[in-house]
């Protein structure tokens, strides 16, 4: 990991994304780009004193004092941190602005929060955040709003949702990325979907539920020696139910520091897709998400 991109806007959330940027890029030895974007029709519509359209620099200009602020108490964090940052201030909507600023630097993880400032860019699922998910080419740490305070140092465990699919694999390759760094012990878990009450009496069969448990049970077994070779310390939970409860019951009970899935997956056991499983993660995890688009998708 040689860079991180962390886009702040201000906001306690966006702090919060800031700080777990800034202790991943201390840790891994990445330069962290600090980006505040501006989108100058956006904050002038939500102004309940819209400036004067024949006189735009009294909103300009303080628009610019206050992002140099926010630019001033983020490279300060980082500093103290030891940790190299840079600029980067974007103009547009924020979504298309970040991913924008992640093609030109090419960065290694972009970490952002859930939610953000109202005028100065909304960091939202279901906005920008989930925008930038959609998109982006490299993985994307969502820091969500009911995390717990900034916890420093190393990642003690990560809790990696698996279902065989190309996504997921990336996910589970990126943890183990993160583990050899961070010497974090990564938990694969696999969800057996709860059988949909539609389906006929040969799918819910007792033949049927035993089909997907041993496969359910071969995808752990793959999947843990993928990322034992590749040097992970290994755990792994097997757990039927609603994907997003069991995802979620599962990062607790392995007391996971971060959750890390893929965003498209294969249907059946199961099927991450953002509106759905990711998204139902995003909203409720207290720890932050990492979500890994699947290329080309």
Same mark, same amino acid.
Do not use: Y
């Given at each position: 990991?040689?860079?991180?991109l ?50 735009? @620099? ?5 628009? $610019? !004092?206050?992002?140099? %602020?926010?630019?001033?108490s983020? &490279?300060e964090? +980082? ?53 930038v ?14 995390a ?35 010497g ?6 696999v969800?057996?979907d ?9 799918? @819910? ?5 035993? $089909? !997907?448990?041993?496969? %359910?049970?071969?995808?752990?077994? &793959?999947?843990? +020696? ?7 310390d ?48 995003l ?15």
């Amino acid at each position: 990991m040689k860079r991180i991109l962390v886009p702040v806007d201000g906001s306690d959330i966006a702090t919060k994304a800031l700080d777990f940027g800034i202790e991943r890029a201390k840790l891994h030895g990445a330069q962290l780009t600090i980006a505040f974007s501006m989108n100058i029709v956006q904050i002038a519509a939500s102004s309940e004193e819209p400036a004067d359209v024949t006189d735009p @620099r009294p909103l300009l200009d303080a628009l $610019e !004092k206050e992002a140099n %602020a926010i630019f001033a108490s983020a &490279e300060e964090r +980082a500093k103290r941190a030891g940790v190299v940052a840079e600029r980067a201030e974007l103009e547009g909507s924020p979504a298309s602005a970040i991913l924008t600023e992640a093609q030109s630097i090419c960065p290694d993880l972009i970490v952002m929060g859930t939610h953000g400032r109202r005028g100065f860019e909304r960091f939202a699922v279901g906005s920008t955040a989930e925008d930038v998910i959609r998109a982006s080419s490299v993985p994307v740490f969502v820091v969500p709003k009911r995390a717990d305070k900034r916890r420093t140092g190393p990642l003690t465990r990560a809790l990696v949702a698996v279902d065989g699919s190309p996504a997921a694999e990336l996910a589970l390759r990126f943890a183990c990325d993160l583990a050899r760094a961070e010497g974090t012990r990564v938990t694969l878990c696999v969800v057996i979907d709860e059988v949909d009450s539609r389906w006929d009496d040969l799918d @819910r069969s007792e033949f049927l539920e035993v $089909e !997907k448990k041993k496969h %359910a049970k071969r995808l752990l077994d &793959e999947s843990k +020696a993928l990322a034992q070779s590749l040097g992970a310390d290994v755990a792994t939970s097997l757990r039927q139910g609603k994907a997003a409860d069991e995802i979620l019951a599962a990062a607790a009970g392995a007391e996971a520091d971060c959750i890390m899935m893929g965003t498209h997956g294969r249907a059946g056991i199961p099927r991450f897709i953002l509106g759905s499983v990711a998204e139902g993660v995003l909203r409720a995890s207290t720890v932050p998400v990492c979500a890994i688009r699947q290329r080309g998708a």
